[in-house]
């Protein structure tokens, strides 16, 4: 047993620490609470293959929790604003067993936030999954512009009745529940 | 004891209740300090009140009151946040500098300034706290230089953290009139026209984009003889009144707390799967604001009968602000996810964070608790 990081873990972390530095200063983080997600820091975190990195390997994936755990230190410490951990650790390894057709490059640009509730953070993203005994994905493209939050750069909103009547089921079922317990915890 | 309402005190209660029900605002007013346009709006509906009698209910009829006591003024103020309304823009001269008018002004001060107050024809900031004094005020260093031929003082200095001051045409400020002073002694309460030559009021946003908050920078400001509210170099025994009347009773009317308890309860009754354990929350915060009402009624009593408010208004300072910050937290456990978006309550709970630290911090005020009220030991400073 080891209970430390690997040097490519260390490696890893690095990289993001040093790019978030560059990409997310304070200043950074006050213009999202008026605009959103800087486009700049969602690229190039995406660049750096923290978003996918539990995705398969085509799609730049192959990594495992403990790199991403040690770069979320790093998104924690700069307060990037995006649906970083809703993406990365919920989304994509989620999309990736029961909708491996919806991980797409563009979905992954776009991004995808998660919710347990029908409120949802970061709703400027693409798509939104409902984290529930069902997994259910719902489009965010159409949801109104939220109204202040606590945190304006979080976006958060809460999805009418319609939208959450909208949301298309991906998966039901025991594995799927079990799959979204574990997200949940990841998360 | 009687802690049944007369029937007099009564009938003013409901007097109140249906005026304010009759006349209030038909949209409910934005917080006086959000902006210019929000103070102006609070200040147009503080004047209605005033024409109609109800601006200052316990001030003398010939200062813009209503010649009524404390009791009346109690009462109105619970009918009043209980109509929904909220803290007034004009409660720093209402209720901070008044007290001192009242009772270090001269007849030509009271005259001149207190229906100016009640009317909202002037509206006060407060300036004590500075760089380097906030909580401890003995620390105050901006400075009045005598002006003889002028017949006054010159202002040279800083003050800061000045509730409202962007929008408020006057302040009332602790300067040190002598030189060689040090502490508390050779300080003067000064009445400074916030629009004189030589001041400049710089906004100062606050966490959650509040702009009614600012620092103040004295170049040379000329004040005269005629504002220096007590005696030169007597200002810590004046601003004691105010101070008195701010950590206690008067800033933070029961009514105000009242109010905000039943708020929490209506949520409560709102959250169907509220538990049991948030439920007794709940229910503690509404004893507390019961307790507190109780506590402010023991206290007007003792006015009442010729008694002071003194050190233990430091026990009401640290009560009413653990208060508010304990009631907004179990809104917000309450509220659960929908914390985050519901404006009122998130909104409420960032500026309850700030009563702990304002109006003299919890942890002075302990120390005037140790000290004054229960005799113990100085502590070390």
């Known amino acids: 047993m080891r209970f430390a990081p690997t040097e490519d873990q260390l490696a890893f972390a690095d990289a993001i620490r040093g790019f978030l530095s560059r990409a997310c200063p304070a200043e950074a983080v006050r213009e999202a609470w008026e605009t959103g997600t800087p486009p700049a820091v969602w690229k190039g975190l995406g660049e750096l293959g923290l978003l996918t990195l539990l995705a398969p390997e085509e799609l730049g994936g192959g990594g495992s929790e403990l790199e991403l755990f040690a770069a979320f230190d790093e998104v924690g410490r700069a307060a990037a604003p995006g649906p970083i951990v809703e993406t990365a650790a919920v989304a994509v390894p989620l999309l990736a067993r029961f909708a491996p057709e919806l991980l797409t490059v563009e979905t992954v640009a ?13 709703a400027c993203s693409g798509a939104g999954l409902l984290l529930g005994e069902e997994l259910r994905l719902v489009d965010l493209a159409d949801v109104e512009r939220p109204g202040p939050a ?13 939208v959450l009547r909208g949301a298309s089921v991906l998966a039901s079922g025991a594995e799927a529940a079990a799959a979204v317990a574990t997200a949940r915890h990841r998360a | ?47 209605v009140l005033f024409e109609a009698g109800w601006a200052a209910v316990s001030w003398p009829v010939e200062y813009g009151g209503r010649g009524l006591g404390l009791w009346e003024w109690m009462i109105f103020e619970e009918e009043y946040f209980a109509a929904g309304l909220g803290p007034r823009a004009a409660q720093n001269g209402m209720f901070l500098l008044a007290p001192s008018l009242f009772e270090f002004g001269t007849e030509a001060q009271k005259a001149a300034l207190l229906p100016r107050i009640a009317g909202v024809e002037d509206m006060w900031a407060q300036g004590w706290s500075e760089p380097e004094a906030g909580s401890d005020l ?27 001051a962007p929008f408020c045409n006057r302040l009332f400020a602790l300067v040190r009139t002598d030189p060689e002073s040090t502490r508390h002694h ?6 400074i026209d916030l629009e004189a030559p030589g001041v400049t009021v710089r906004p100062v946003r606050k966490l959650g984009d509040q702009i009614g908050f600012g620092e103040i920078f004295f170049d040379d400001v000329f004040v005269s003889d005629a504002d220096v509210l007590g005696e030169v170099g007597q200002g810590w ?60 009624m023991k206290t007007m009593t003792r006015i009442a009968e010729g008694g002071s408010i003194g050190a233990e208004s430091s026990i009401n300072k640290v009560f009413w602000s653990e208060m508010d910050v304990r009631a907004h937290e179990i809104a917000l456990d ?48």
């Open chain 1, 110 to 122: 776009a991004g995808v936030s998660a919710t347990t509730t029908a409120v949802m953070p970061y």
């Open chain 1, 150 to 162: 606590l945190d304006d750069s979080r976006a958060v909103v809460s999805l009418p009745d319609d």
């Open chain 2, 1 to 47: 004891m009687d802690l049944v309402e007369s029937a007099a005190d009564h009938e003013f209660r409901l007097e109140a209740r249906d005026w304010l029900q009759h006349n209030r605002p038909a949209e409910s007013l934005p917080s006086p300090d959000a902006s210019r346009e929000a103070f102006e709006a609070n200040r147009a509906w503080e004047r």
């Open chain 2, 138 to 164: 003995a620390g105050v260093r901006v400075n009045a230089r005598r002006d003889d031929a002028a017949g006054g003082w010159r202002v040279n200095g800083q003050k800061t953290w000045s509730t409202r």
């Open chain 2, 186 to 191: 050779g300080l003067s309460y000064l009445l």
């Open chain 2, 237 to 296: 025994k004046v601003a004691m009144a105010t101070t008195g009347s701010e950590r206690g009773l008067i800033l933070r009317s029961p009514g105000r707390f009242l109010a905000s308890a039943q708020r929490l309860v209506d949520l409560c009754r709102k959250t169907p799967d509220a538990s049991a354990a948030q439920r007794r929350d709940v229910t503690e915060a509404w004893i507390r604001a019961q307790a507190y009402r109780y506590g402010g």
């Open chain 2, 334 to 381: 309450l509220l659960a996810e929908r914390a985050e978006i519901d404006t009122d309550w998130w909104h409420g709970f960032i500026t309850s964070m700030a009563t702990p630290i304002f109006a003299g911090t919890n942890e002075i005020q302990r120390n005037i608790v140790a000290e004054r009220v229960l005799g113990m030991p100085r502590s070390g400073r």
